[in-house]
């Protein structure tokens, strides 16, 4: 049995979570054993439980209670569960919750880089994207697409934000990732990756070209909005790639140019 409360003191510090803690705050870089992250919508609480997070609380529509919040209601049993009326909880959130439903869940520690690549064949590498929307979108065509995990910079946005984790349906639970240092082109090398820097450059091959798909292992550079990759991280890449473009268009927003280099450059096995 869930023990449901419906909500009527907005003070209330079990919301905290939900109404008062930014992203940053609940991640918690001090202590991040003791780091949380908001689900939203039952199909992303319901992935990341098959990925075995913990959830602390629940916050979500009275309706949807015998309604799509039910299953997930009976995989949590014991879990606090808040409740209220649609436009109560926008005014509390400050959004509007996407079919009603959010999870306080506990983190997990994050793999080690080495864990991620270790009898992998292809993996993302992202470099300062710092759009959680970009971040999730790209996570959902990397694990739809045949890559094996993703590595992110210090500079990302991390994929367990609320909106990175709704945007990509809840793949950031079902593909591996981690962050890792600014400098680690050659551990990645040492692991037997080459290298592949995706940027507007006329010294570069075609993401179409056949040398990039024998290659045993690809480690593919996607580069921040506006400003892509750096010259010099260009420059320590073994292969520069670029999509090529028509009418006029010199560039695709950087989760669109993910789709189109994991599906030439994925696993198709």
């Avoid at 079990?14 to 908001?38: C, S, W």
């Avoid at 759009?131 to 992110?152: F, K, T």
């Avoid at 994929?159 to 984790?165: D, G, H, I, T, W």
């Amino acid at each position: 049995m869930n023990n449901i409360t419906e909500i009527t003191d907005f003070s209330a510090p079990e919301l905290d979570v939900y109404a008062r803690l930014t992203e940053a705050q609940l991640l918690n870089k001090e202590f991040p054993e003791e780091g949380m992250f908001i689900a939203e919508s039952p199909k992303v609480i319901s992935r990341a439980l098959d990925a075995g997070y913990e959830p602390v609380s629940v916050l979500m529509e009275a309706r949807h209670i015998d309604g799509e919040g039910k299953p997930i209601l009976e995989r949590i049993s014991g879990v606090p569960v808040f409740c209220a009326p649609f436009d109560v909880l926008t005014l509390l959130t400050g959004f509007k919750l996407t079919r009603g439903m959010l999870c306080a869940m506990r983190r997990k520690p994050l793999p080690k880089v080495k864990d991620i690549c270790e009898n992998k064949s292809r993996i993302v590498i992202l470099d300062k994207v710092m759009n959680p929307a970009n971040v999730g979108a790209i996570i959902r065509s990397a694990a739809a697409l045949g890559m094996d995990g993703v590595l992110l910079t210090p500079g990302c946005s991390d994929p367990l934000y609320r909106r990175a984790a709704r945007v990509s349906m809840g793949t950031v639970f079902q593909i591996q990732w981690t962050f890792m240092p600014d400098e680690c082109l050659d551990e990645i090398r040492s692991l037997g990756f080459k290298t592949v820097a995706m940027a507007l450059k006329d010294d570069s091959v075609s993401v179409d070209d056949p040398m990039l798909l024998r290659e045993e292992k690809l480690a593919v550079i996607m580069g921040t909005e506006g400003d892509g990759l750096s010259d010099q991280t260009i420059k320590n890449c073994d292969y520069t790639v670029k999509i090529p473009m028509y009418n006029g268009v010199d560039s695709l927003n950087v989760a669109a140019a993910s789709a189109v280099a994991f599906y030439r450059l994925g696993n198709k096995g």
